[in-house]
């Protein structure tokens, strides 16, 4: 198990360095003067601007400005925004909380929606069950999320002026209550691709001949669904979830947008807007190395389940 | 990992009238591809014949009619500057299918090659490919995308460019795939002890095996790529106006979503229609090419 | 990852699993132990932000009022309070020596009294006893530091220019401070209202020499509390303040509400007390709200657009005329302006300022065969390509863009148009890097109206200030420039409307319109009316329940 996190980790930090040098240096290509940005649109004098780019280090050669960049990220410092004259850290400090509690609810709601509807689909197949699944998992494929978040508004806030229509509320339960759509949208496009995936591995489960040999000696019908296909399943199941990842993150960050939740996905895209590079930078980071950490968490979590990895020996 | 999608008449690089026949009925016989394809044949249609088939210039809005709901003039009603919906949306097609095929097609021109190459010639040179695929793979290309239009601005071209670079890998990994399998097969081996060269290796048996895994990626990534224009597109990042865009359209309205509702419907029914599409043919194509993975 | 692949990947694993299971025997307990797990992680994911420090648990009451805002603030320093979304923050937080009533007329507020002897001596004499939100006195030595402030370099004040015509600022008694001008000026009677007037503590400006506070301390009605970047402000009742009895309010928030509509909603649910920014087409169900009271009032404001007078093709006046009058401003204030403004008659002074030239000119006309007349006979005849720049966040502004481009081409200008955020639409302006045509908002620092004009159209305001089109008239600068010095009102006036009208004739911008400013209320508030001046005022002062 030790080996297996080492070695993981041999192959994604440097993966993680080789995507955050790239994004370093594509983005210092921006046309303009990076100082200008930084005075963020008020009026200045020349002097000012220089004494800006003495502070940012801006005026040294590019690799000079590589090497702090990589020496300051060592020590953990994402850079600060240009624009806001805040450091990164902060910036996203402020709004993790409430990512978090998005892409939790989120894929919650896509685990409870798509591991029933794909084992129920499985067992009946071919029922109307399946075939309605099958639908709603293509319609929820299809749809871009950032429409389905715009229908929800559309129905619930602004026609039956049910649900609070954007915004994240002032915290607590109020909050909860403005995530509910962001979170019912994000995760009913999660679930889309999940449940075919539950169904396809239960499907794969059913027709094992331990399955078989557990009905012929009697077991009833639910149990043997349940106890062993269920189990089996589980895998695959845990498997694609983590896969998930990935739209999770592009998910969470255009559903933020779109109802104005103020988390991390609003801070990536004000700043990709306006061109505030050091902050579309430090995010990319971050998102990385998130990324790097939930993968290596699914290796280990797969490691577990699996009695083959934990032991070795797997190819 | 072996791409696995090999059946009898997938291989063989000479087209004979039976494997083509049997593939036509197979696909004739898949409801989800032959909707799929009806939904992409209507798209090329709108496409071809926009001029034809739109009701009004996508360009000219008549200002007094701003935000018209839907009515005999104006099928799908009219946007704020009194532009009609339904020609901006047909014309939008040109945007989003074109970017998206252009997406799919620079991906392939650089994946095939490259995944083929990275198999045959194996060794170190196959071990950092894949790690560099492996890395890339794993992080949205949306995400990625970001960066670049931070860096280059946003327009439609930078859009395309840097999916087109991050899609590689999906093309790339099912082409190595088969490729690496073609290799340790008998008949190869047989090839290249009798002194064929490489290029007819590869030509006659590694490429038309490659055609059909291609072209099922191919159909899902074009619905991908159409996802992602249209969000990168709705940010503000991808096409500018006044170039009709499903995104642009779906991003306006949802300013006026209180008071003209019919822009943002009409530009995400689209969006879905489209993607969807898109993801029936890919899905059929898989069942009719891997009778395996059909028997679900 | 492609689902194909997901897919894929599955069947290996899954095929391996299934026949490690045949060998092996998994135990139940560490299936179940595995999905606890699993279940307790995303329940911890959700719950977690809960327990995280920040996340207040206080719903929403009578004692707290709650205004949204349109965009994030760009900050919270009064030096830096130039913009229509910060100001209403600032202005509770802290005050200046004087200030402005809802009229536009100025009275002391940190200072007791006021006295102006000459044209070039303004003795202010500050208010004893009134005491900055840390407990400390207020002084003159931190009137000079927060003056000094904005004239410092390390913090760039865009109204640092607003001192350039002062000899000196001392303590001429205790609790005195007297500035001496070097020219006499009409204006710099207004400076200390706004927030370049503004006091903090020496102590903390000296803490924060070279980068803007985060945490401002002022004499105001409010205190900073804090403020979560993209989400909200906070502030809390001073309840020191100088002025007995107010505020009426224990707390207030500032939300920061992006979308439009969501702001109307919100004052439709009661999730918001107080809106100032209002999408055109969503006035009139604002209007129908009976839970809200709107108040209108036309701005000392003017949104025009920028053409480039320095360079080909818009250094040609006959280009200007052409594209000037090939554009239906009738089509463009009904459907998309609406009630938000109002016609610019070849000013940027509207009518309810005095001193405006507008009962005197006539508007633009829209003639398309004049137009067409005007460019044949220009450096262009057969058309041109140019730029226009716009601001992306505004689906108006953008809408009027489009209009705008679509009319042009008639006449054969090509018209492309730049669409990128506003900070940075406004750090082009700036810079000079712009061409062709750039959208301009301008609303005047006092309620004069010279401020329409000097920093429009004297050749010396060209980028970095806000003389955008680089017009450039001899005449008009001696103008401008004597009307500022110009004590006398009735003189002032007309060197100011003589300018206006050689500016007219000239055509160096497209006029638009004057928009107005509009304020959102729930019914049953009084005490505060907005003014075309709302962005040096504190709207919540005096805002409390109407007594029946």
């Known amino acids: ?315 | ?296 | 990852m492609t689902e194909n692949e997901a897919g894929q990947q599955f069947d290996a694993r899954m095929r391996e699993y299934l026949q490690g299971l045949r060998e092996q025997a998994m135990s139940r307990r560490g299936l179940f132990k595995l999905s606890a797990a699993a279940v307790g992680a995303t329940a911890l994911a959700g719950a977690v932000p809960y327990v995280m420090p920040g996340v207040s648990v206080l719903a929403q009451d009578d004692t707290t009022v709650t205004l949204g805002l349109e965009s994030d603030l760009r900050g919270v320093e009064p030096a830096l309070g130039y913009d229509f979304t910060a100001n209403p923050v600032i202005c509770n937080i802290t005050e200046g020596l004087m200030a402005l009533d809802k009229d536009s007329k100025i009275y002391p507020l940190l200072a007791e009294t006021f006295e102006n002897p000459d044209a070039q001596t303004f003795i202010y004499n500050l208010r004893a006893g009134v005491k900055f939100h840390d407990g400390t006195d207020v002084t003159v030595a931190d009137a000079i530091a927060s003056i000094e402030r904005v004239r410092s370099e390390a913090i760039a004040s865009p109204m640092a220019w607003m001192f350039d015509n002062v000899e000196s600022i001392a303590e001429t008694a205790p609790m005195q401070l007297t500035i001496k001008l070097k020219i006499p000026s009409a204006s710099f009677t207004y400076v200390m209202a706004t927030t370049a007037g503004h006091v903090m503590p020496k102590s903390l400006i000296d803490a924060n020499p070279d980068l803007p506070t985060q945490e401002p301390i002022g004499t105001g009605p409010y205190k900073f509390v804090k403020w979560e970047a993209g989400s909200q402000v906070e502030l809390e009742k001073n309840e020191a303040y100088w002025q007995t009895g107010k505020p009426y309010f224990q707390k207030a928030i500032f939300k920061i509400v992006p979308d439009g509509t969501t702001r109307v909603a919100g004052l439709k649910t009661g999730d918001l007390t107080i809106v100032r920014d209002i999408p055109a087409d969503q006035l009139e169900i604002v209007r129908g709200m009976a839970e809200i009271t709107l108040q209108e009032v036309i701005g000392f404001s003017s949104n025009q657009i920028f053409m480039v007078n320095n360079a080909a093709p818009f250094d040609d006046i006959n280009v200007r005329k052409a594209v000037s009058m090939a554009i239906n401003y009738d089509e463009i204030m009904t459907n998309l302006v609406k009630d938000t403004g109002v016609r610019s008659i070849s000013s940027t002074v509207p009518s309810t300022m005095p001193g405006s030239a507008e009962a005197e000119l006539t508007p633009v006309p829209y003639d398309v065969e004049a137009a067409k007349a005007a460019l044949a006979a220009s450096s262009q005849p057969n058309g041109f390509k140019t730029t226009l720049t716009v601001d992306s966040e505004s689906g108006q502004r953008v809408a009027e863009a489009q209009a705008i481009q679509q009319m042009l081409a008639v006449i054969g200008v090509e018209v492309e148009i730049n669409k990128i955020p506003q900070p940075d639409r406004i750090t082009a302006l700036q810079t000079g890097d712009y061409e062709g045509m750039i959208f301009h908002e301008w609303g005047a620092d006092f309620p004069d109206a010279n401020g329409m004009l000097l920093p429009l159209f004297h050749s010396r305001s060209v980028p970095p200030q806000n003389n955008g089109s680089f017009y450039n008239n001899p005449a008009v600068d001696a103008l401008l420039d004597g009307a500022d010095a110009e004590v006398d009102e009735t003189a002032r006036f007309a060197k100011l409307i003589e300018a206006q009208k050689l500016i007219a004739a000239d055509m160096p911008i497209i006029w638009l319109d004057h928009f107005k400013w509009f304020l959102a209320v729930k019914q049953g508030l009084g005490g505060y009316s907005i003014g075309p001046l709302f962005y040096w005022d504190s709207f919540l002062r005096d805002l409390a329940p109407v007594q029946a």
């Open chain 1, 1 to 315: 198990m030790a080996r297996l996190i080492v070695t993981r980790l041999l192959t994604l930090v440097p993966m993680m360095f080789v995507i955050t040098s790239i994004v370093f240096f594509m983005v210092r290509f921006v046309p303009g003067d990076p100082a200008r940005i930084m005075v963020g649109g008020q009026r200045t004098t020349p002097a000012t601007l220089e004494a800006i780019r003495k502070q940012y280090n801006l005026d040294k050669p590019l690799l000079t400005q590589y090497g702090m960049w990589v020496e300051d990220l060592v020590h953990g410092d994402l850079g600060s925004s240009f624009r806001q004259r805040q450091d990164v850290r902060v910036l996203i400090a402020d709004r993790l909380g409430i990512t978090l509690q998005l892409a939790g609810m989120s894929f919650l709601i896509s685990l409870l929606i798509a591991v029933p509807l794909g084992i129920i689909a499985a067992v009946r197949r071919n029922s109307w069950v399946d075939i309605s699944a099958t639908v709603f998992s293509l319609i929820g494929a299809s749809s871009p999320v950032f429409f389905t978040s715009i229908l929800l508004i559309l129905v619930f806030s602004y026609k039956l002026n049910v649900m609070p229509a954007l915004g994240r509320g002032d915290g607590g339960l109020d909050t909860f209550k403005h995530l509910i759509m962001p979170a019912l949208a994000l995760g009913f496009s999660l679930a889309a691709i999940t449940t075919r995936i539950t169904r396809s591995s239960m499907v794969e489960a059913l027709t094992q001949d331990y399955i078989e040999t557990a009905r012929s000696k009697g077991l009833s019908s639910r149990s043997v669904v349940m106890k062993h296909a269920f189990r089996n399943a589980l895998i695959p199941i845990i498997t694609v979830a983590g896969l998930q990842f990935g739209y999770l993150l592009v998910g969470t960050v255009l559903v933020d947008y779109t109802f104005g939740l103020g988390g991390l996905g609003a801070l990536l895209v004000d700043s990709v807007q306006r061109r505030d590079y050091p902050v579309v930078q430090g995010m990319t980071i971050f998102v990385a190395g998130v990324f790097i950490v939930i993968n290596l968490g699914v290796d280990v979590l797969y490691g577990i389940i699996d009695p083959r990895v934990r032991f070795g020996g797997r190819g």
């Open chain 2, 1 to 296: 990992m072996a791409a696995e999608i090999l059946t009898p008449g997938a291989v063989a690089g000479a087209t004979t009238p039976s494997t083509w026949s049997m593939f036509l009925w197979r696909l004739r016989s898949n409801s989800k591809a032959m909707i799929g394809l009806g939904i992409v044949i209507f798209l090329l249609i709108l496409i071809v014949f926009a001029p034809l088939l739109a009701p009004k210039d996508p360009n000219f809005g008549v200002l007094p009619d701003t935000l018209a709901s839907p009515s005999r003039d104006y099928l799908l009603g009219a946007d704020k500057n009194g532009r009609d919906v339904l020609s901006r949306l047909i014309y939008g097609t040109r945007t989003a299918l074109g970017g998206a095929l252009m997406v799919v097609l620079i991906s392939e021109l650089i994946g095939v090659p490259l995944g083929i190459w990275a198999a045959y010639k194996g060794g170190w040179v196959d071990e950092v490919v894949t790690r560099i695929f492996d890395m890339l793979l794993a992080f949205p290309p949306l995400l990625l995308s970001f960066a670049v239009v931070a860096a280059f601005g946003p327009s439609l071209r930078n859009v395309v460019l840097s999916l087109g670079i991050l899609y590689v890998p999906f093309i790339a990994r099912v082409v190595r795939g088969v490729t690496l399998v073609q290799k340790e097969m008998v008949y190869t081996e047989a090839a290249r002890a009798m002194g064929y060269p490489q290029s007819r290796i590869i030509f006659r048996h590694i490429l038309p095996n490659c055609i059909s895994p291609v072209i099922v990626v191919s159909s899902l990534d074009l619905a991908y790529a159409l996802l992602d224009i249209a969000a990168l597109s709705y940010l503000g990042l991808g096409v500018q106006p006044p170039t009709p865009d499903w995104g642009n359209m779906l991003a306006e309205g949802q300013t006026v979503l209180l008071t003209a509702p019919h822009i943002a419907i009409a530009a995400g029914v689209m969006i879905l229609i489209a993607v969807l599409g898109f993801n029936l043919l890919g899905d059929g194509l898989r069942d009719v090419l891997d009778p395996r993975q059909a028997k679900r």
